[in-house]
């Protein structure tokens, strides 16, 4: 597509649930990064794809959270039991090759745990 | 590992006032640096790039930004805010090398009072 595509853009879910969150990026690009964005944090590494292996994982927060991608396409980061504080927006961004930067970030997926 | 800073939780500026926006990274070498502006409800958008050559780099909406390694700052100006420009803006470095995982700072919300 012509952007990078998250869904579901919000999402509430009840705390112990565990949650699917799916970002589509741009056709083509290679590399897939997902970020967390909580309130007054910025944006906080998660996991970083390129094609479908995962060389750095180290922004997982716990065992709770994890991601694959498949088809060097579609990814999706799993939640589970999730907690109040996994509260936040999380985005996703695609990259055709590091030679240019030009990363292109998703609208974001809204988690609420309530 | 690199990091930045944004001394700035939030600044208000009147319509029509010139803006600057601070940005202090801390990398080894010289960093591919970055200026992003999120509008409520969306992604990221890049207004800009620092990777090579003249220091002072031109972006789009009438954005500029200065990198002075002397005092390892990339901050970001505008000449005449506007009311649209209101939205929460963030500096980001990536290492020139490896795969390239953008480090983001915590963002300036800026407000545009009448």
């Known amino acids: 597509g012509a952007g990078v595509s998250q869904s579901p853009s919000n999402k509430v879910t009840e705390k112990g649930k565990d949650v699917e969150l799916r970002c589509d990026p741009i056709s083509g690009h290679t590399a897939l990064y997902w970020y967390r964005q909580s309130l007054g944090q910025g944006l906080e590494f998660l996991i970083y794809?390129?094609?479908?292996?995962?060389?750095?994982k180290s922004g997982l927060p716990s065992d709770r959270f994890s991601a694959e991608r498949t088809g060097g396409s579609v990814s999706t980061l799993t939640i589970q039991r999730t907690q109040q504080e996994d509260s936040a927006v999380y985005l996703c961004?695609?990259?055709?090759?590091?030679?240019?930067?030009?990363?292109?970030f998703g609208s974001g997926t809204r988690l609420t745990v309530v | 590992a690199q990091s930045v800073t944004q001394p700035d939780i939030h600044i208000t500026v009147s319509e029509g006032a010139s803006l600057e926006l601070r940005c202090n990274y801390s990398y080894g070498a010289t960093p591919y640096l970055f200026w992003y502006v999120q509008s409520p409800g969306q992604g990221l958008q890049l207004l800009l790039k620092y990777f090579s050559g003249d220091t002072l780099v031109q972006g789009i909406k009438g954005f500029e930004a200065e990198f002075k390694r002397s005092q390892s700052s990339f901050n970001l100006r505008k000449p005449s805010v506007h009311w649209s420009d209101a939205a929460e803006y963030f500096c980001?470095?990536?290492?020139?090398?490896?795969?390239?995982?953008?480090?983001f700072g915590k963002g300036t919300m800026l407000l545009v009072s009448p």
């Open positions: 961004a695609s990259l055709l090759n590091r030679d240019n930067y030009g990363y292109t």
């Open positions: 980001a470095v990536v290492a020139n090398s490896g795969y390239s995982t953008l480090t």
């Open positions: 794809f390129q094609g479908n292996s995962a060389p750095d």
